[in-house]
């Protein structure tokens, strides 16, 4: 897939309708109250950089699984007046998603002036990627902006469809990510490392795949190595094991050796008797040898000597890459190989970045993420990065 893309800084855009698809998709509590602004605070350098440079603005987002439903509860009237406080100028939002409201609103806009539509995904061709849907959209407007990374690796209307239509180009975060990410993986400053973790191995094995034709280290952590222990032929106990990704496992072990590259599997690891319940519960551990873990119990951190082994092959990096916590981290006990790895990304002076979801809720808990070169804003959308899979919301834009 092609990355260099035209942004919005390559155009004029004074008086011309942009529409912009951003990531307004926030937490809200049962009132209806934002619980967490970050997504809406992220897309501001975009909305602003726009509204300075005189475009009339039109922004539109999901939010949460109306599936193709007219439903208040997942307006995106909080956002609106959440944004209307971020930009300090009152920002509209259409009754409707491209009904007469939205075209209303739409074609009343003065320069520098922007307004929401309601949900897209109010309307059930959203997701669909419908023809009509996209077309009514791209109507609204001169010119469409991708600058949701979190849903690029959806084909649907908003995302990819309305590129069909209008000459489309990435907003600023789209651009971040793209440019960051991109050049990690076409062109990284070696050694380049990547920590993978997670529970499942079936959820990353493109991933793994793809960055063992990248990278000179690969480290594996969390629930997906004890299946990587197994192809080895050792006992993992009760741990997470997938049997059918057993000769997956050992064909990934091979394809390491024969690319020359050091592949890290746990060589201690932090057991228990059974999964901690509640998830954040007390929980009576020991540290034992990969290879010896007992029958009746499970890995469910990284132990000592993996902690240590993994940080410093991070901390002799140039760029890192990760994915995927180190152990069950949402029980404090169980915590510490994530935490190990997140201190040690500080530690380094390498690019670090860190994809969506667990590994960067983590590092942001634990404060380290100013330290971090680049968080991801897209947790399956910088995995399919990753993957070195097409990105159907990037591969719509007008190339540079
Ligand atoms: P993923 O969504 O694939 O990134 O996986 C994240 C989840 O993996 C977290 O909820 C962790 O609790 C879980 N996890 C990590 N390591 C283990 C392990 N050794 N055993 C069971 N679950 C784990």
């Known amino acids: 897939m092609a990355l260099n893309k035209k942004s919005i800084e390559d155009i004029d855009v004074k008086g011309k309708k942009v529409l912009a698809r951003c990531d307004f998709n926030v937490p809200l509590d049962g009132e209806g109250n934002i619980t967490d602004d ?11 950089y726009l509204l300075g440079q005189g475009a009339k603005l039109i922004l539109c987002s999901h939010l949460g699984r109306p599936k193709g439903e007219f439903n208040m509860k997942y307006s995106l009237k909080p956002v609106a007046a959440r944004l209307s406080e971020l930009l300090g100028i009152d920002v509209p939002i259409a009754a409707d998603v ?16 922007c307004m929401l539509l309601e949900n897209l995904r109010f309307d059930i061709r959203e997701e669909k990627n419908g023809a009509d849907f996209a077309k009514a959209l791209a109507n609204m407007a001169d010119i469409f902006v991708s600058d949701a990374f979190g849903t690029v690796h959806r084909a649907h209307a908003s995302t990819a469809g309305v590129a069909a239509y209008l000459p489309a180009y990435s907003g600023l975060l789209v651009d971040k990510e793209l440019s960051i990410m991109g050049k990690a993986l076409a062109d990284p400053e070696r050694p380049f490392v990547a920590v993978l973790g997670g529970a499942k191995v079936s959820d990353k094995l493109n991933v793994i795949n793809n960055l063992l034709d990248k990278v000179d280290t690969l480290i594996i952590g969390g629930g997906m190595a004890y299946t990587f222990v197994a192809a080895k032929g050792y006992g993992i106990g009760k741990s997470l094991f997938d049997a059918e990704k057993v000769d997956y496992c050992k064909k990934m072990l091979e394809k390491a050796e024969e690319k020359g590259v050091k592949l890290l599997l746990p060589v ?3 057991v228990a008797k059974d999964f901690p319940d509640p998830i954040d519960g007390e929980i009576e551990v020991k540290t034992v040898d990969v290879t010896a873990i007992p029958d009746d119990m499970e890995g469910l951190d990284i132990g000592e000597k993996t902690r240590a082994l993994f940080a410093d092959a991070v901390k002799s990096a140039k760029t890192v890459v990760w994915n995927g916590p180190m152990g069950v981290f949402e029980n404090p006990t169980l915590a510490k190989g994530t935490i190990a790895v997140a201190q040690a990304l500080v530690d380094s002076d390498a690019v670090t970045i860190v994809g969506g979801g667990d590994s960067a809720a983590a590092v942001e808990k634990l404060g380290f993420a100013s330290k971090i070169t680049h968080i991801s804003t897209g947790g399956g959308a910088s995995l399919e990065f990753l993957e070195g899979k097409e990105l159907p919301g990037v591969a719509c834009l007008l190339d540079k």
Do not use: W, Y
């Open 98 to 113: 491209i009904g007469e409201s939205a075209k209303a609103l739409a074609a009343n806009l003065q320069d520098g002036q």
């Open 38 to 48: 970050k997504r809406i605070v992220e897309s501001l350098p975009t909305i602003k």
């Open 268 to 270: 201690d690891t932090v």
